[in-house]
């Protein structure tokens, strides 16, 4: 069964258009998140579903330039992307991952894909109760179930968000959620990036802790605002945009 970390990634994200190749340490966003989840011992292969737009020939460039997976297709939706890049790199199980998350833990999508792996789920993530900071969220589940979806809906909002039909049907799915065991305060701390002041904490917290730990993970992040409180208030008042 091969598994593989398929993330979606485009130039042309409305609120900060270009993100994902803004650079930090000299290097790519999107090219830092490769590198992290290249780390996880439960994935063997990183993709990147990006777009047929023309803008998004740099995307495929930087995939070809590090070696990792490049699938192209719709914009809009990114549902048949997702499924299409599974199609292509004939991948059984997907570990569904957003451009914006370059602070991914490889140890938790570690445990997430074990956690599928124990069977009696169709879908397993992170997100169901939100108990990590978001930009941690991952989403392990078949591309059989995916396929079944793609059947099942035209609605564009599914098509759109790859897994929300998966989770909004309890009653067709069998799901199961990864709880942190973090305190509740560390729950609501941005780790994502949709804005400049995400991406200003981001750039900051690998400035502060890649150049000694290349491979440091969440835990070393929340060491860091433990002794810079200051941090995690760079972002605090960005609200989320709601899915429905």
């Known amino acids: 069964m091969k598994t593989a970390a398929i993330i979606q990634a485009r130039m042309t994200s409305t609120r900060l258009p270009g993100k994902i190749v803004a650079p930090i340490l ?4 999107l090219e ?3 590198e992290r989840l290249r780390r996880a011992r439960n994935v063997d292969e990183v993709i990147v579903a990006t777009t047929s737009n023309a803008t998004d020939d740099v995307v495929e460039e930087l995939c070809t330039r590090i070696g990792a997976g490049c699938f192209r297709g719709s914009e809009d939706d990114v549902l048949n992307r997702v499924l299409g890049a599974a199609h292509a790199y004939a991948v059984d199980v997907i570990v569904e991952i957003t451009g914006d998350c370059p602070l991914i833990d490889p ?3 570690d445990q997430l894909v074990e956690l599928y792996r124990e069977g009696n789920a169709d879908y397993v993530s992170n997100v169901l109760k939100r108990t990590y900071p978001r ?8 591309t059989s179930v995916l396929e079944e979806v793609n059947r099942l809906t035209q609605d564009p909002i599914d098509h759109e968000h790859v897994s929300l039909y998966i989770y909004e ?5 069998r799901l199961r959620n990864l709880e942190s065991g973090l305190p509740e ?3 609501n701390l941005r780790l994502t990036v949709d804005t400049p002041a995400d ?4 750039k900051t917290i690998y400035e502060e802790l890649y150049p000694r730990n290349q491979a440091f993970g969440l835990r070393d992040v929340l060491g860091l605002f433990d002794r810079r409180p200051e941090l995690p208030e760079i972002n605090r008042d ?3 945009k709601t899915v429905r």
């Open 199 to 202: 991406f200003a904490l981001i």
């Open 238 to 240: 960005i609200k989320q």
């Open 135 to 142: 930009g941690l969220d991952t989403q392990v589940f078949p």
């Open 26 to 29: 000299g290097r790519p966003m």
């Open 185 to 187: 305060h560390d729950w």
């Open 32 to 34: 830092l998140l490769i």
């Open 169 to 173: 049907h309890p009653e067709r799915f």
């Open 107 to 109: 140890v938790v999508v």
